[in-house]
């Protein structure tokens, strides 16, 4: 099993739909968990953490459920400038404080007019 | 703010050549990440670098591929010989913290490289 699974889509969907990914992590001990974005042949960037009890940006949701090891991302009211693929990311800290840090293999959204 | 800087942004080289690809973390932090991406395999960690020190270079697909941090502002993957399967895009990250804690890992836009 990957350490960090998610469905690669495309997600098509049209303008002001409401969209969701999961992402599943197979490390029960994992303790840090970010969305990234990463729009056609540039860098990754940081979307947004996700707390254990969940948090909100704008139109953007993220929440964290542990007992499923799972992490979701919900976008209301998509946007053209939403597409983009979003990419699932797990942080495990070790003793000594060395950190691995595993990206999912992104999720492609396309949000169509 | 300057970023992450890699260096060179495209580079095409024929099979067994070596190449090197460079980074300039932003100043301050003190974890540096390469990264390679792949349509078939997504971003994979090669490696990481914490305080200058290699910590976890097991993601290195072998000894064709090498990687050094002479001091805090710089670091370097080489890969000699290249190969076509070595084609990916490869990316050099930082992060301002080394131990513990939610923290962000700022990435430089990559150096999109092709073995012919």
């Known amino acids: 099993r990957k350490e960090v699974e998610q469905d690669p889509g495309p997600f098509n969907v049209p303008e002001g739909a409401t969209v969701a990914f999961n992402c599943t992590y197979s490390n029960s001990a994992s303790q840090s968990f970010f969305w990234y974005r990463q729009d056609c042949r540039k860098e990754p960037k940081l979307l947004m953490s996700?707390?254990?009890s969940g948090n909100e940006d704008g139109r953007f949701t993220a929440q964290l459920n542990r007992a499923s090891q799972y992490i979701s991302l919900l976008i209301r009211d998509s946007k053209l400038s939403d597409s983009a693929t979003y990419l699932c990311?797990?942080?495990?800290?070790?003793?000594?404080?060395?950190?691995?840090?595993?990206f999912g293999i992104g999720t492609k959204l396309q949000v169509i007019p | 703010d300057a970023g992450v800087i890699q260096s060179p942004r495209h580079e095409v080289t024929e099979m067994g050549q070596e190449v090197t690809l460079r980074c300039k973390p932003i100043?301050?932090?003190?974890?540096l990440f390469w990264y390679r991406q792949t349509m078939m395999r997504g971003l994979e960690l090669l490696i990481y670098f914490n305080n200058n020190v290699p910590i976890d270079d097991s993601g290195m697909p072998e000894d064709r591929f090498s990687a050094k941090m002479p001091n805090a502002s710089f670091s370097t993957l080489k890969i000699q010989p290249s190969e076509p399967r070595d084609s990916a895009v490869y990316f050099c990250?930082?992060?301002?913290?080394?131990?513990?804690?939610?923290?962000?890992?700022?990435f430089g836009q990559g150096t999109r490289l092709t073995v012919v």
């Open positions: 100043s301050g932090h003190n974890s």
């Open positions: 996700v707390y254990s």
């Open positions: 990311v797990v942080r495990n800290s070790f003793s000594g404080g060395y950190q691995k840090v595993t």
């Open positions: 990250a930082s992060s301002p913290a080394a131990g513990q804690g939610i923290t962000e890992a700022f």
